[in-house]
């Protein structure tokens, strides 16, 4: 069974830093492109970072020198490191598995919450 668990979530002040974190379990997340993306209330579900199973990076415009996405797969966890919070920032963040070959694999966490409000 396939498990993406995030954690790191909650309230951080404008200008403010939030590192969350993502445990894979059930896949061999060596082979996987790891991503997280993020839904704010009344909005579609959006891109933010990924990172390939070779560690290649890219982000939303919006999240672009800000953001940093990692891996360690000795650990099978994805990081996403948040810097200069702002409050639009504001949404859920999933994490997502997925690869393509043989087939497609697509998996997702339950999503934790990150607020950015004074």
């Known amino acids: 069974q396939v498990q993406l668990v995030e954690s790191g979530g909650g309230l951080v002040q404008p200008g403010g830093s939030l590192g969350l974190s993502c445990a894979a379990s059930?896949?061999?997340?060596?082979?996987?492109?790891m991503g997280w993306y993020r839904q704010a209330p009344g909005k579609e579900r959006e891109f933010v970072a990924g990172?390939?199973?070779?560690?290649?990076?890219n982000y939303a415009d919006s999240v672009k020198g800000r953001f940093t996405i990692s891996r360690d797969n000795a650990k099978m966890t994805v990081y996403l490191q948040m810097n200069s919070l702002k409050p639009e920032d504001t949404a859920a963040y999933y994490c997502?598995?997925?690869?393509?070959?043989?087939?497609?694999?697509?998996?997702w966490g339950q999503g934790t919450q990150v607020t950015v409000s004074s």
């Open positions: 997502n598995a997925n690869r393509d070959y043989p087939r497609t694999y697509n998996y």
């Open positions: 059930g896949i061999i997340f060596s082979i996987y492109n």
């Open positions: 990172i390939t199973s070779s560690g290649r990076t």
